[in-house]
């Protein structure tokens, strides 16, 4: 049963940071493009930022740039994301995603197969 479980979401005060872990279980493969989306009520699910297989190459919306990182560690089939200088606007559900493969669209939601339920970030 392939799962992505997202934790570490809550409630900050602008200018404070958080850090998003996302676990995958179930996968069969080692090779995953992963990447992070977020999304607010009434708008589109929009992408955050991407990482490579290997960790090598990552990709970040323009919004983010600066401010979060994003990281993973195969042996624990787990990747993070580092949000510092947290805005009100960062607030959102934030996803994890994967899909099997290289990342030849990392930062476009139709290019990920799976997804996990979401985990619901504040910024005040």
């Known amino acids: 049963h392939v799962q992505l479980v997202e934790s570490g979401g809550g409630s900050v005060q602008a200018g404070g940071s958080l850090r998003l872990s996302c676990v995958r279980t179930g996968f069969t493969m080692n090779t995953y493009c992963m990447g992070w989306f977020r999304q607010v009520p009434g708008k589109e699910r929009e992408a955050v930022a991407g990482i490579s297989p290997g960790g090598s190459i990552t990709y970040y919306a323009d919004s983010v740039k600066g401010r979060f990182t994003i990281s993973r560690d195969n042996g624990k089939k787990t990747v993070w994301l580092q949000m510092n200088a947290l805005e009100a606007t960062d607030t959102a559900v934030y996803y994890c995603?994967?899909?099997?493969?290289?990342?030849?669209?990392?930062?476009?939601?139709?290019?990920?197969?799976?997804w996990g339920q979401g985990t619901q970030v504040t910024v005040s």
């Open positions: 995603a994967a899909r099997v493969g290289y990342c030849y669209n990392a930062l476009t939601t139709a290019y990920y197969v799976y």
